[in-house]
């Protein structure tokens, strides 16, 4: 018997019958379900299941007694679940109920045809990599890693950042801008991209350090391997700014410098065999869209 952890943010009434075809499904192959704490009483309020449904509200709760789970929402819902999961390896699929949903490649209308994959064993495990992020103060505590990126921006609106940056100790650039992504390949078609960074496949072993909105035309992203250190300073007359990995940020006192590394485990996510990075590039981003072909 599989046991499926279920997590998502919000749940309107346009998501519920998604919602009850994914349960009744689950429930179908005798699947053990298992909701988010603070959704459980509204999933039992709204959906008549077959069998009593456990619950979870934090890491410890998933360790070792789920086999997968279910981010049902966007990307940002899917980047929520790393703070369960963690370094425990638990696969984790991701089902759209948002927007364009580049993380979360399942569809609403791909929900039952999933499931079955998923229990035929018809799917494949992507190993991504995150980043992690080091200072003096252990800023983010426990939670100091992100999979799309890190990002340093500024407080004060019109105000510029000086951001010097190294690389494996060695000086690479200051930017002067409003603020510096380092990115990982998952998150290379995330912020980075939307500042011009590169598409970067995942598994190719490399960050991509990307300036936002820089003063200097003759500045252009860089990518580098993962296996490098990265410092970064922000200088100038500015006292504090905000350091965002994935969807939480911090504010941060300019006397405190960043070192960002690899993280030393991987996050696992769920494929379907018929599915390919190349392919979702196309079909999300619309990737050399021409009416010629």
């Known amino acids: 018997m599989k046991k499926i952890a279920l997590f998502g943010k919000t749940f309107t009434d346009e998501k519920r019958p998604y919602i009850r075809q994914l349960v009744e499904k689950l429930e179908s192959y005798g699947a053990k379900i298992y909701i988010y704490k603070p959704c459980l009483s509204s999933f039992k309020k709204n959906i008549p299941f077959k069998s009593e449904v456990g619950h979870f509200a934090s890491h410890s709760d998933v360790i070792g007694k789920i086999d997968f789970l279910f981010s049902i929402g966007g990307d940002g819902t899917l980047l929520d679940t790393i703070n369960f999961v963690r370094d425990s390896g638990i696969p984790i699929l991701g089902i759209n109920l948002g927007r364009m949903g580049f993380l979360s490649s399942i569809s609403k209308n791909e929900i039952d045809n999933a499931v079955t994959k998923l229990f035929e064993g018809k799917f494949k495990i992507e190993k991504r990599t995150l980043l992690r992020v080091k200072t003096e103060k252990n800023i983010f505590g426990e939670l100091n890693y992100a999979l799309n990126e890190l990002t340093v921006y500024r407080k004060i609106p019109f105000s510029m950042l000086t951001i010097k940056t190294y690389v494996d100790g060695e000086y690479l650039n200051t930017y002067w801008a409003d603020g510096l992504i380092?990115?990982?390949?998952?998150?290379?078609?995330?912020?980075?991209?939307?500042?011009?960074?590169?598409?970067?496949?995942?598994?190719?072993?490399?960050?991509?350090?990307?300036?936002?909105?820089?003063?200097?035309?003759?500045?252009?992203?860089?990518?580098?391997?993962?296996?490098?250190?990265?410092?970064?300073?922000?200088?100038?007359?500015?006292?504090?700014?905000?350091?965002?990995?994935?969807?939480?940020?911090?504010?941060?006192?300019?006397?405190?410098?960043?070192?960002?590394?690899?993280?030393?485990?991987?996050?696992?996510?769920?494929?379907?065999?018929?599915?390919?990075?190349?392919?979702?590039i196309r079909k999300k981003l619309l990737w050399g869209l021409d009416v010629r072909n």
Do not use: W
Request: hydrophobic fraction near 35%; glycine fraction near 6%.
């Open 182 to 280: 380092v990115s990982t390949p998952t998150g290379s078609t995330a912020y980075s991209l939307s500042a011009g960074g590169p598409i970067i496949l995942p598994g190719s072993q490399n960050f991509v350090i990307t300036p936002v909105a820089t003063h200097n035309l003759t500045v252009r992203p860089i990518v580098i391997p993962d296996n490098c250190e990265i410092k970064i300073k922000v200088e100038g007359r500015i006292k504090e700014f905000y350091v965002a990995l994935d969807s939480r940020a911090e504010a941060v006192d300019s006397s405190v410098d960043l070192t960002i590394t690899k993280e030393d485990f991987t996050v696992n996510l769920v494929q379907m065999d018929d599915e390919s990075y190349f392919r979702t």
